[in-house]
């Protein structure tokens, strides 16, 4: 397994990072075995990091973690690294609502996420948005506070702009931004990762296979109630035939290459930032996250990266990434 830094003072790890979240309902029913085993697969391969969020399923993710862990071999257990997002709030019917980043709830977000987890710290912890009522600079300085009495390693911030990152910077050194990137979902790159680049920031990249749209295997009509697909702009109506036509194009140079539509996806994301940025691939299944560990594999060259550039050019995605009530969150897209 490729290694990698996560920033100038993030843990090294493995190059590519397994997100959970698709275990916990995002996308529809997971099967929970099947989750398990997949988690137990990449612990195997050599994946050393898992990201999750307390929110994930009301806690449900962080609870599958924790008996994924405690029935892995000791070694891998232990070679394992949890990334936690906090501060998305939700009702008992999983209606979300607001962001809390006060300093009081951070405390109390990580004390249940311990417990869930089964672990006595978490490795890197992060806002999962920015709450605008309450400063990053006390939101960070929580989380500082809890590295000093041990129960976090590293401050990680997720979907915020450059002006967030620079102040959350200054309280304390942030070892990763975790931010959507991938070959439709290119926004970070004028601003955003070249500051993270100034400052030592490493980026955790999700929606690489823009949540399965840029895999390959998806296609239209195969989603139920609750998956984050039936109201994801891009998937929609008006939208989703436009955005199949960038994914045609994109296997006619995966075909030429001799590789999937999704390890081209991925492949891409590592030539972007091979020694900085990590994809955070949402696998749910054993055989997905095989395709996806054998792109780490694929070295693209200049040729294959002007083809993938053709195929789809930046920009070329129809709908945005997220809904409107979302895309409001995002200080990534709104903050300066
Ligand atoms: N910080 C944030 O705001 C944020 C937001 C979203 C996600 N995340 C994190 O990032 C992780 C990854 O994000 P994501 O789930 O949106 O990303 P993704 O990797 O773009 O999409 C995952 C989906 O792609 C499909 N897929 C098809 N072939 C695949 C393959 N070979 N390997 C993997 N997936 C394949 C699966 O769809 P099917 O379900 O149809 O099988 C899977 O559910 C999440 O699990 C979560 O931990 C963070």
Redesign the pocket.
């Given at each position: 397994m490729k290694q990698l830094r996560l920033g100038k003072t993030g843990p090294v790890g493995s190059a590519l990072g397994l997100?959970?979240?698709?275990m916990s309902g995002?996308?529809?029913p997971a099967d929970r075995s099947e989750s398990i085993a997949t988690i137990h697969a990449a612990l195997e391969a050599g994946v050393t990091l898992l990201?999750?969020?307390d929110f994930y399923g009301c806690g449900h993710n962080e609870l599958l973690i924790a008996e994924a862990l405690k029935t892995a071999p000791a070694s891998r257990r232990d070679a394992a690294r949890i990334s936690v997002?906090f501060g998305a709030m939700r009702d008992p019917a999983g209606a979300w609502s607001l962001y809390d980043g006060r300093p009081a709830a951070v405390k109390n977000f990580l004390a249940y996420s311990l417990q869930r987890l089964g672990v006595d710290h978490i490795d890197i912890y992060r806002p999962?948005r920015l709450d605008p009522v309450v400063p990053i600079e006390e939101t960070v300085g929580a989380i500082a506070d809890m590295i000093t009495a041990g129960y976090v390693r590293h401050v990680g911030l997720?979907?915020v702009g450059a002006a967030t990152i620079r102040r959350a910077a200054s309280v304390h050194p942030i070892c990763d931004l975790?931010?959507?990137y991938?070959l439709i979902s290119r926004g970070i790159e004028d601003e955003i990762l070249p500051l993270c680049r100034e400052l030592g920031v490493g980026i955790t990249a999700?929606?690489?296979?823009?949540?399965?749209l840029?895999?390959g295997?998806?296609q239209r009509g195969?989603v139920g109630p609750g998956d984050f697909r039936t109201y994801s702009p891009r998937f929609l109506d008006g939208n989703v035939e436009h955005n199949l036509t960038l994914v045609e194009a994109l296997r006619e140079v995966a075909v030429a290459r001799g590789v999937t539509v999704?390890q081209i996806a991925i492949a891409w994301v590592v030539a972007r930032g091979p020694h900085d940025i990590m994809p955070?691939?949402?696998?749910?299944?054993r055989d997905?996250?095989a395709?996806?560990l054998a792109a780490l594999d694929v070295q693209l060259d200049a040729g294959d990266l002007a083809a993938i550039e053709a195929a789809v050019p930046k920009g070329a995605a129809s709908g945005q990434r997220y809904a409107a009530a979302q895309m409001a969150h995002l200080d990534s897209e709104n903050g300066s």
């Open positions: 997100g959970c979240m698709g995002m996308y529809g990201d999750t969020g997002k999962a997720s979907e975790q931010i959507e991938s999700y929606g690489v296979l823009s949540r399965g840029l895999s295997h998806w195969g999704a955070l691939i949402g696998a749910r299944r997905q996250l395709e996806a």
